[in-house]
């Protein structure tokens, strides 16, 4: 029969190796002792002692324990007899046992096996918050668990993306089960999560890491302060509207979140007034096509979203100021069209008087030509014609 020799178990000087298995995490037990190999005899043989094998081995953690020399006989001396481990010894020759050969009750149709797992079994992660959104500055309280602990040594709390975990915790070897715990969250912790969980080889230095648990999303909401203004009629003053004219206010935040809405609180001497709309883009217009006494007070922009089941709401703006003025009649526009036209009417009638005197006057003053051609008959001056050349 050909047999089959998986020498891993001789690295690093191990004592302990699988023997014509299926793959290098499973065989026949066999151990070093006085410079000969032997085997594991099966009474007494459970999965506490196929677990310290496949740890001692790398090999994860047992699936099954086999007796009966489920991978054939081995040959040679019976080292161990009535093994008895704790499940947390570093070694299969650590625990406790009958180091006999003699004894007629074992044979080598009693030779001890494992199926090991091949890696570790991967852990499940769930979430202890009850919820999976959260604010920034809040904490997220996760639950990493395996089935089977043995040799633990630590958690660890993993963002997908990020090669260092963000969390670690330590165990006692048989803790199953840890609470992870994320303090002080940021926008930057926004993301995926898994959690994985190391266990303590045969070696001191030896740590063999799990492969990835689930997966749970988090989202982190920061909501920024709402900036605003408004725009009314040129002509009316800084802070104020005058009444009758249209006016506007907009509110802008710089973050988008699905679903959200922006809030305009108007807090007056009588009461409060709010009005929403949603937030289709990061700036939003609240219109008000004539303005009235009731428009007039101080005015906040908060920006509103719902996510997850909560309800998330920002810090209000500061106050924007609108006072309503009663037009001014000496400004109306009505009477300023009055006032040019009257005024276009005066000085047309002005310079048309003007232009007429000046004609008048120019006709009866006579020119000095014909001053000069005057004559005196009888103490009489005669203008004489003169003919145009």
Known sequence: MLRIVHFISLIDGNHVRLLDGEDECSGRVEVLSHSQWGTVCDHGWDLREANVVCLELGCGLAQ???????????????????????????????????????????????????????????????????????????????????LLG???????LYKQGVSTPLVTQRVDQSQTQVELTLTDLETFHQGIYSCVYRIRGNLPSQLLTSPPSNSINITVVE??????????????????????????????????????????????????????????????????????????????????????????????SQPLPISVRDPDPVLSPMVISWLVSGLTFVVALIIIVIVAKVLCQKEEKPSELERETRTCVDNTYVALSINKI
């Open 64 to 146: 099954t324990a086999l007796h009966g020399a489920a991978f054939g006989p081995g040959s040679g001396e019976i080292w161990l007899r009535h093994v008895q481990c704790s499940g947390h010894e570093a070694s299969l020759l650590r625990c406790a046992t009958v180091l006999h050969s003699s004894a007629p009750h074992c044979t080598h149709l009693d030779d001890a096996g494992v199926r090991c797992s091949g890696t570790l079994l991967m852990p499940s992660l769930s979430m202890l918050s009850p919820h999976a959104v959260f604010v920034a500055g809040e904490a997220v309280r996760f639950s990493c668990m395996v």
């Open 150 to 156: 043995h040799h633990l040594s630590d958690f660890h």
């Open 223 to 316: 909501l920024l302060t709402p900036q605003h203004w408004y725009n009314t009629s040129t002509e009316a003053p800084v802070g104020s509207v005058i009444k009758g004219h249209s006016f506007n206010i907009t509110c802008v935040t710089k973050q988008q979140y699905p679903g959200a809405s922006f809030q305009l609180r108007l807090s007056r001497s009588n009461g409060t007034v709010r009005q929403s709309l949603p937030a289709l883009t990061p700036a939003v217009t609240f219109t008000f096509s004539t303005a009235q006494s009731s428009n007039e007070g101080y005015y906040y922009c908060l920006y509103r979203v719902q996510l997850g089941g909560r309800t998330f709401v920002s810090r209000e």
